[in-house]
């Protein structure tokens, strides 16, 4: 009785580290299990799902893998699945990046392989910006980029609303994207008042 009360446990408990081990947000699709690092203001690390000032996060971070993929090139974006507007949740695309590849190593022991872009963002970086008194997740996803990668129609830098109604199943499985390689979140509150 003991040993199955100890096998039951462990597969609780294993179950559980399991679903804690996610570098997305919890319930966030699709996820990873290999952490993105992410460094704001030159050597602030962002462990998944702190917390961050909006003045913390005001312009792009630094992109940092553990080790290496066999991707020559990375896309990146940034989203953030928590736009509430007009009585419906929408995905927000705060960011997108392609033609990222590892440069120089970096000075962070964990993460030394940085990420350099080499081309144009097909999406400029938006900062976190929730509405007064809420709180959002703010999801940063990598990717292997396929090989010919061509995005040729990317209205996000001058059309907010598609940035608004991004449908990120959909870009993933329409470039042929596959799973992410990396990820991680924080959240950020807008603590002004309403």
Known sequence: MIAIKLITFSLLLGSALAA?????????????DTL???FFDGNTFVASGSHKELSQVSIPPKLALEKRTHATNYL????????FYLNV??????WLSQDLAIGDHSSFPRFPFILTNTSANLAEYISPGPQAGDTHRYVYLLFNQPKGFNITDAPYDT????RLSFNLPSFIQENGLGDPVAGNYFLATNTSSK
């Open 20 to 32: 804690q081990s996610t570098t997305t947000s919890p319930g966030f699709t699709p996820a990873s």
């Open 36 to 38: 993105l690092g992410l």
């Open 76 to 83: 990146s974006l940034m989203v953030d699945p928590d736009v």
């Open 89 to 94: 949740t929408y995905t927000f695309l705060h």
């Open 159 to 162: 059309d907010v609303y598609t």
